[in-house]
């Protein structure tokens, strides 16, 4: 069984579509993330059927990207709006509505945007353009990330039934931004304040649940690196059964 193979996990494309979508709520879930509600007639036809799915929102930072923004179609060549990736956190397509939760982390398009965001804004959005399907097909799960992943990790937990074990790993500012988790499977949350406890010797220390095991990493990307090698080299975790993504970069001109 591996990330490639398609009778188990697998990969589904969809048609990549603008949305420009207006901002219905804005609710503050912790200090330092921000849920956005976004609706309107555009969002007819979203699809997001993978817990990790990502779409991008569009930002214009200059006059040009403005122009760009204005006559955006994916695929076009030349100036692009400024984008970023975000994870639909829920979407309800009977109401009309579909959730963003931002972390408010200071400077940078997005973050900048969501913190003063208001009810009747108007916000770009494309994709996703396709989805990974991790059927439940495992005993047990390892999600380990930071703030940014904590939408995908809740949705991944919503999905999941009572026969499941899951143990989270969640790196956090401070105590103030856990967040409440849902879910019927058999979890255990290790909240890690990022000043007061190292993170990848909280992974080091863990005993993993048992069974066969899925594991998902999404952190800044060096750490997401680190700790993807120290599940494999010294915790035993299987390389083709282990997802890891970079989801911010301290260094954003780091593109490699
Ligand atoms: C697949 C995927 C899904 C994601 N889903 C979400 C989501 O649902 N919610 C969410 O909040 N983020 C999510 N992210 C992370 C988000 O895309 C990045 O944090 C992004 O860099 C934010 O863009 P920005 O314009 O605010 O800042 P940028 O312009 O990208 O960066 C500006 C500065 O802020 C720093 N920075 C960026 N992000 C953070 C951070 N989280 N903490 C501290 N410093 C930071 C950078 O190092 C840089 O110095 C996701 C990323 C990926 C790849």
């Known amino acids: 069984m591996s990330v490639n193979d398609n009778a188990s996990i697998h990969r589904v494309s969809h048609e990549i579509k603008r949305r420009r979508l207006q901002v219905l709520r804005v609710t503050d879930l912790t200090p330092r993330m921000r849920r956005i509600t976004l609706g309107g007639e555009q969002l007819e036809g979203f699809i997001s059927i993978g817990s990790d799915d990502h779409i991008k929102l569009l930002f214009a930072c200059s006059p040009e990207e403005q122009a760009a923004l204005d006559g955006f179609e994916m695929g076009n060549e030349g100036v692009r709006p400024t984008m970023r990736e975000y994870t639909p956190r829920r979407v309800d397509l009977a109401a009309g509505e579909l959730d963003i939760d931002f972390v408010l982390h200071g400077d940078g398009p997005a973050s900048t945007w969501a913190a003063q965001a208001q009810t009747g804004q108007f916000l770009?959005?494309?994709?996703?353009?396709?989805?990974?399907?991790?059927?439940?097909?495992?005993?047990?799960?390892?999600?380990?990330?930071?703030?940014?992943?904590?939408?995908?990790?809740?949705?991944?937990?919503?999905?999941?039934?009572?026969?499941?074990?899951?143990?989270?790993?969640?790196?956090?500012?401070?105590?103030?931004?856990?967040?409440?988790?849902?879910?019927?499977?058999?979890?255990?949350?290790?909240?890690?304040?990022?000043?007061?406890?190292?993170?990848?010797?909280?992974?080091?220390?863990?005993?993993?649940?048992?069974?066969?095991?899925?594991?998902?990493?999404?952190?800044?990307?060096?750490?997401?690196?680190?700790?993807?090698?120290?599940?494999?080299?010294?915790?035993?975790?299987?390389?083709?059964?282990?997802?890891?993504?970079?989801?911010?970069?301290?260094?954003?001109?780091?593109?490699?």
Do not use: C
Request: aromatic share 6%; no cysteine; net charge negative.
């Open 124 to 256: 770009n959005i494309a994709g996703p353009r396709s989805s990974m399907v991790v059927p439940d097909i495992f005993d047990s799960y390892l999600l380990v990330g930071d703030e940014t992943a904590i939408p995908a990790i809740a949705r991944r937990l919503e999905e999941l039934p009572a026969t499941r074990k899951v143990l989270a790993v969640i790196e956090i500012e401070d105590a103030q931004e856990q967040q409440p988790l849902a879910t019927q499977a058999q979890l255990e949350v290790i909240w890690v304040p990022r000043h007061q406890q190292d993170l990848l010797a909280v992974v080091k220390d863990l005993t993993l649940p048992e069974g066969q095991l899925y594991a998902w990493v999404a952190l800044e990307k060096a750490l997401t690196r680190k700790t993807k090698r120290l599940l494999i080299d010294e915790k035993g975790v299987n390389e083709d059964l282990i997802k890891a993504a970079a989801y911010w970069r301290l260094d954003p001109h780091d593109d490699e």
